[in-house]
Every structure is written in C-alpha cells, then in structure tokens.
C-alpha cells in the first residue's frame, strides 16, 4: 500500500516536473499555474495546495537539484583527502544532475538573474536550496587536508559556494556538446583553487588575505557600508 507521504511527494514531484516542461516550451512568465495543474493532471487546488505560486515551484527545483547533488556526491568523496579533487569531484556532480535541465536554465536565467527577484539564487527565499548546496562545500573543505589561514578556512564552505555560482553562470551560457567547455574549465581551476588557498599560510600575504576577507563580510551586511575604509 503506497502511504499517504508517498502519494504525496508523487504529486508534488509530477508537478514540479510539468513546470518545468512547461517553463521550457512556453518561458516562465507566459505559464500559468492552471497550465501546469492540466500538465501535471491535478485539480489548481491541488496544485497550489503544494505550490502557493510559480516562484515556490521554481524553489521546488531548486530543491530538487540540491536533493539530487547531494545524493550524486555522497560516497564519491571519502577516498580522497585532496581540496582540488573534492571540489572537482562535487561540482562536476553538480554539471551532471543538472545537464537534463541546461536548455530550461538557459531560458530562465534572465529572470533568476533579476537581483530583486525572489528566484535570484542570492534571495532570501533561495536559503533552503543555498544552504544545501554550501553544506555539499563545506564537507568538501571538512574531509580535505587542505593547511591554510584559519580565517580563511572558516570562510572557506561560503567562498567556495560563490566559485560554484561562478560554474553555474558559464555552464548555463555553455552551449558546447555536453557542457565540455565548462568541464574543462572545473578540471583546469580546481588544482588553482587548492595551491591559492594554500598560499594563504604564507605571513607576508596574510594581511592582505584578511583584509580581502573583512570586505567580503562588509558587503554581506548592510552596516558595513558605515564603516571607514
């Protein structure tokens, strides 16, 4: 017997799978939530019973991209001590989940990109699915052997997940065979990432690190901008 969760996630699943088909055909702004009820053969109750709006139906793909990329890298990163392979490892995972849904991405970028959006992936309604992804980086630093500043391994889970934002906008403007450009560009950058990161032991550019650090977490918080350079 199927348990009512089950039902449930069934349904929440084949509507999220119809927005997309939908979203794909038609673009965001011109699909309607009753358009993607008849796709998903739900009643618009039912439908907006899982879904309060179209943005909450794009949460829920961005939610479930995070599900598939954790379960993708799990098991994949234990054999290897290596910050390079790790983020290798985590975000060519990230490129292959995602690959089904590069011509959607490529369509809807021009709205997620919109800063003042509830979609931008830098929203306060994209904190589920932001936190997801910086937990995958942050068992990405936590199981290497990386030696670095302190500092700047405490920070480094956050900085990573902005490398990965960076990944993201090449790979949705990455119109080659398999996104095989934006592959490289990941195997090329991440012995880059390891030796810039380890370089932060060195004294002499210490100040100049924690100097950069400290404008990072001016940015984040609106008080920063009170303070004297």
Avoid: C
Avoid at 90 to 107: L, M, N, R, S, W
């Amino acid at each position: 017997m199927i348990s009512p969760t089950s039902r449930g996630e069934e349904t929440r699943q084949r509507i999220v799978d119809a927005a997309m088909r939908l979203f794909e055909e038609k673009g965001y702004e011109k699909t309607t939530m009753r358009a993607v009820a008849g796709e998903a053969g739900v009643s618009l109750g039912n439908a907006y019973y899982y879904f309060a709006s179209k943005d909450h139906l794009v949460q829920g793909f961005y939610t479930q991209i995070q599900t598939l990329h954790e379960a993708a890298v799990r098991g994949k990163l234990g054999p290897s001590e290596s910050l390079a392979d790790r983020w290798l490892i985590a975000t060519t995972a990230f490129i292959d989940v995602a690959e089904p849904y590069h011509q959607f991405a490529g369509k809807f970028f021009v709205t997620a990109a919109d800063p003042s959006s509830p979609l931008s992936p830098f929203s306060a309604d994209s904190l589920p699915a932001r936190q997801a992804s910086t937990d995958i980086m942050r068992s990405v630093v936590d199981g290497s052997r990386i030696k670095a500043d302190k500092r700047l391994l405490d920070e480094l889970p956050d900085l990573l997940w902005l490398a990965h934002m960076g990944v993201v906008l090449f790979w949705v403007h990455d119109s080659s065979s398999g996104q095989r450009r934006t592959r490289m560009l990941v195997r090329r950058v991440a012995p880059l990432l390891e030796r810039i990161i380890s370089l932060s032991r060195l004294r002499p550019l210490r100040s100049n690190l924690h100097q950069v650090l400290d404008l990072i977490a001016d940015l984040r918080t609106p008080d920063g901008l009170d303070k004297e350079p």
